[in-house]
């Protein structure tokens, strides 16, 4: 037996408060598709610079017609979660039977009024979803309204975020597979990891869980970017990726499979960003990647890599798509002909106009050339071969 994330999200650095909670509700939704009967929650304000306070947790089960169970769930025998600045701790063990296939809610209240400034977030409506009430009330708390802070940015503004909580995970059997999807926004935002956790969990119920490891705008080599537009400055990209992989990866869960998805914005960032000191090459990318393959195959897992997607945008001038290109399908030609993972997807191939490869189709992003959409997200998992990935395949 052991414990296995059922549901996980990275707590992202703001570095700035992001807005406060008062007599308010938070309810986060995900479907479960592993079995056992007792279950723990993460804890988290990690990057929250003052205490954090929660009046109640309980987890549910969502049933038919709105029925449901639930249960509270304590620290220290408490039902009162207090949260220090950076602080990050289990819950006591709960005896609470979860079963593949339902839909379990996550229910938090806070009374007094309480400064957030560690959140987790997504984008994509397709699978988890969260809502903010005020406490005995029915109408929803705009996101937008409870954390002024992401009106700073388009893409800030449109995400859902959570706070206090950054996963759940169930005591199970053995044989359950993890899979860890680790990149950037692409994955972060999960179009592309609801569809392929969708998929997964039609095709191998109660057998395999899928948490999502990605950071908006993080790079493989380097730390976050500098964008004075952002909060922060963009802090929340994160560390690079060869620095944060083993923790994030493997700190908390012992991942199986890992599918990596990075390198986009080592390459269009030191352009857009006007930061050439901080351009990286192909060679250095394939190298990166290789600390990322035998970082995984040091801890006994599987890893997956995937070719970088077209990021080109008619707003882009040509000289931006050239300098662009020369590094994405070098890099892509490599990871074609293997650099040690043991298999990979080919996004590139399955997403780019045929007619004009630095390009994706049109139908398969958000507008800006880069972010797959829902449908964009559906496409990339369909390419995905469920039998390698879980090892079935020779």
Partial sequence: MKWVSTFSYLPVDFTVEMGEAENQTQEIFFD????????????????????????????SVLGAEGTEKCH???????????????????????????????????????????????????????????????????????FRKAYPVILQDEYLK????????????????????????????ITHMSYLSNALTRRLYAQYPGKVAVVNRGLGGNRLLRDASEALWLPGKGSNSGDAGIRRFEKDVFGEDTADLVM????????M?????????EKATARELVEGLGKLIQTAHGHGARIFGGTILPCAHESYCQAWIQEFEEIRLEVNKKIREGVGFDGWVDYDAGLRNEENPAFMQEKFHMGDGL????????????LVDLAELMGEKD
């Fill in 260 to 267: 990596v998805l990075e390198g986009v914005n080592d390459i």
């Fill in 158 to 185: 449109e995400a859902s975020y959570f706070y206090g909580i950054s996963g759940m995970q169930v005591w199970t059997k053995d044989q359950v597979k993890t899979v860890a999807m680790f990149g950037d926004s």
């Fill in 72 to 142: 509270p769930v304590t620290r220290h025998g408490s039902p009162r979660i207090c949260l220090k600045p950076g602080e990050e701790c289990w819950s006591d063990e709960t005896t609470f039977a979860v079963a593949a296939g339902e839909r379990i809610c996550i229910r938090t209240q806070v009374d007094k009024r309480q400064s957030i400034g560690s959140l987790c977030m997504f984008w994509s409506a397709t699978g988890p979803a969260v809502q903010l009430k005020e406490t005995g009330g029915d109408q929803e708390i705009s």
């Fill in 32 to 59: 479960n598709n592993i079995e056992g009967d007792q279950v723990r929650l993460r804890f988290s304000n990690r990057y929250g610079k003052k205490p954090l306070e929660l009046a109640g947790v309980e987890v």
């Fill in 269 to 277: 960032h030191p352009v857009k960003l006007e930061h050439p000191g």
């Fill in 371 to 382: 972010h797959p959409n829902d449908l964009g997200g559906e496409q990339m998992a369909e």
